[in-house]
């Protein structure tokens, strides 16, 4: 990493823009896998049995359905966009803490520990970032706000940590 002609910022940042759009890729995936295999299904109803493909139809309140999609496309894409802000965001916060419990488990001083202390350390590490997550409450800041601080926070020290403390060739 440190013969790149980038500083460990933009390393870092370009490893979690990388991450949320493979994560975007993957969930318009599974989107289109699962409406693929709703058909499929109904189809394979259909083709064994007319009646069964009838009660089946007729217990899905379409309407339902359909005002609960336009609800949800609604929300995210609002007016001012507030939602769809909010969720990338916190996307973007959990994949940075994310790398940073990557990171932090990369530290020379773990590395020289046994493999099973390790272990027991990278779980400690997750153990204490979701809780940080979960409960810090800050009254007049929002759950995704200090989400995002903590992601900008893991930001930063993924890539100071990138930059000066861990060693990638070893």
Known sequence: YNTL????????ASKIIAAFIWLVIFGLVLLASMVVMTIGILLAVLLDNMDIFRQLITQVDLRYVLNRCIYFFMALFDGNGYYLFQSVMMILSTISIGYTIITLVHL????????ALRYVVYLIVIVV???????????????????TIIGIFGYGLTSYLVAHKIDVAG
């Open 108 to 115: 020379p001083l773990i590395q020289q520990m046994k493999k």
């Open 129 to 147: 970032m979701i809780l940080a997550m979960e409960y810090i409450e800050l009254p007049f800041l929002d759950t995704w706000m200090v989400l």
């Open 5 to 12: 002609p980038v500083t460990s910022y933009e390393l870092v």
